[in-house]
């Protein structure tokens, strides 16, 4: 079964627009909530989410949880044909170390 | 900065074949995980590792597969017998706290 479902799948849009990208999951009582960015191969490294309400930022992204109502936002101002990448959400499942991955969400930046 | 390192980039074998992929986890990292990734799914939990055994594995983690830390920094995957569906992307990633960092990656193409 789908634990963790990421919205949109894909998304075009141009250089200088904001995007949103949703994470959703079921899993309870989880210990964190991870970003990451694939581009050609690994995933890298972006936010861990622990707590809710609290926003993380790096640069022009920007992520929040909110462990209520069990979804995530990651959020890129500004965009740059750059950021054009596989978002991946990832949640730890409570008693592993495991983490879940949803399927991504395919953002195309055009010039 | 530190990062995980992995080989080969690609390697391609014969079904029934065995196959070690290699990983050098960062040097301080006490937990380390191989996951895969089948062309255009989700990324999945293979196993985890910590203190020289296995802590956790899932179900795609049979009998063919095994895990080894040979000495102080190397992590390797053993596909014993190959088959066609272990064709994927497989991914090492370490951690010392709860941010899994991933390495760059293994495909593994099975004729």
């Known amino acids: 079964e789908d634990k963790v479902v990421q919205s949109p799948l894909s998304l075009v849009v141009h250089e200088g627009d904001t995007v949103t990208l949703n994470c959703s999951y079921e899993v309870t009582n989880f210990r964190s909530l991870l970003w990451y960015k694939q581009e050609k191969k690994a995933p890298t490294f972006l936010f861990m989410l622990?707590?809710?309400?609290i926003e993380k930022k790096s640069g022009r992204l920007s992520s929040i949880l909110d462990k209520k109502e069990l979804f995530s936002i990651l959020n890129i101002t500004a965009t740059q044909t750059g950021d054009s990448a596989v978002y991946l959400c990832?949640?730890?499942?409570?008693?592993?170390?495991?983490?879940?991955f949803g399927k991504g969400t395919k953002l195309t930046v055009n010039p | 900065e530190p990062e995980v390192t992995q080989t080969p980039s690609h390697q391609v074998t014969q079904m029934g074949q065995e196959v070690i992929l290699r990983c050098v986890p960062i040097s301080n990292h006490l937990y380390f995980y191989w996951y895969r990734q089948i062309l255009g799914q989700k990324v999945e939990f293979l196993v985890s590792f910590y203190n020289n055994e296995i802590s956790e594995k899932s179900e795609i983690f049979d009998d063919q597969f095994s895990v080894e830390r040979p000495d102080g920094s190397n992590f390797t995957l053993k596909i014993r017998s190959t088959k066609l569906e272990d064709s994927a992307m497989y991914f090492c990633?370490?951690?010392?706290?709860?941010?899994?960092?991933f390495g760059p990656g293994t495909r593994l193409t099975v004729t």
């Open positions: 990633a370490s951690t010392v706290g709860l941010e899994q960092y």
């Open positions: 622990t707590s809710s309400g």
């Open positions: 990832a949640v730890e499942v409570p008693g592993s170390e495991k983490l879940v």
